[in-house]
Structure formats: structure tokens, C-alpha cells
């Protein structure tokens, strides 16, 4: 099992930035990627960035250019710098780590992410 805390999120004015982290415990070896992602009132749960054990990483076409996803796994955390923040932005954003059986899937919590225009 793998555990996964959130952290970061808040209010921001459109144009600023706000970083997200997502701390994982538990049976971290077993994690393939972390990832971000977001839900909006009334819209669906959307993929935001991906980042494989390897480095490498993948975005949502929404935020290439403005937000950065980064691992340090020494500390076993991910990190989404987010900037340029736009009003369309404000989401509850939830970090997932995908398991090496696609059967099991972690989730955290959820962070409430807010800008203003």
C-alpha cells in the first residue's frame, strides 16, 4: 500500500504561482509514476502531468509552458510548480501514484487550488 499526502494549495491571483506537493509513504518501491490531476465543479476528473520513474514527463495541452511536475525521491515527494495561474485553473487537484499492478491505485486527498481574476 502506498500513502499519499497533499500539500500547497491555497489562493492565488490569475498570473501568480502556487506549488503543489504530494508525499508518498508506504510501498514506494511499488510506484511507477506520480501524477497530477484536477476536478472542476461539474466537469470530469482530468489528467494534468505525469512523471515515470525514469524522468520523464508528460502535460495536459491546458498547462504546457506553465506548470512543471519534478520528483525528489530521496524525500519521496513530487512537486507541480504551477505559474501563470488562469481563472480556468482553479480545480481540487489530487495526486495519484500508479502501482506496478494496474490493479491497485493511490490517491490523495485532494487540494482546493483558487484564483482569482
Known amino acids: 500500500q502506498v500513502q499519499l499526502v497533499e500539500s500547497g494549495g491555497g489562493l492565488v491571483q490569475s498570473g501568480g504561482p502556487l506549488m503543489l506537493s504530494c508525499a508518498a509513504s508506504g510501498s514506494i518501491f511499488r510506484i511507477v509514476a506520480m501524477c497530477w490531476y484536477r476536478q472542476a465543479p461539474g466537469k470530469q476528473r482530468e489528467e494534468v502531468a505525469l512523471?515515470?520513474?525514469?524522468?520523464?514527463?508528460n502535460y495536459a495541452d491546458s498547462v504546457k509552458g506553465r506548470f512543471t511536475i519534478s520528483r525528489d525521491n530521496a524525500e519521496n515527494t513530487a512537486f507541480m510548480q504551477m505559474n501563470s495561474l488562469k481563472p480556468e485553473d482553479e480545480s481540487v487537484y489530487y495526486c495519484?501514484?500508479?502501482?506496478?499492478?494496474?490493479?491497485?491505485?493511490?490517491w490523495g486527498e485532494g487540494n482546493q487550488v483558487a484564483v482569482s481574476a
Open positions: 512523471i515515470l520513474n525514469n524522468g520523464r514527463t
Open positions: 495519484r501514484a500508479t502501482d506496478q499492478d494496474p490493479e491497485y491505485d493511490y
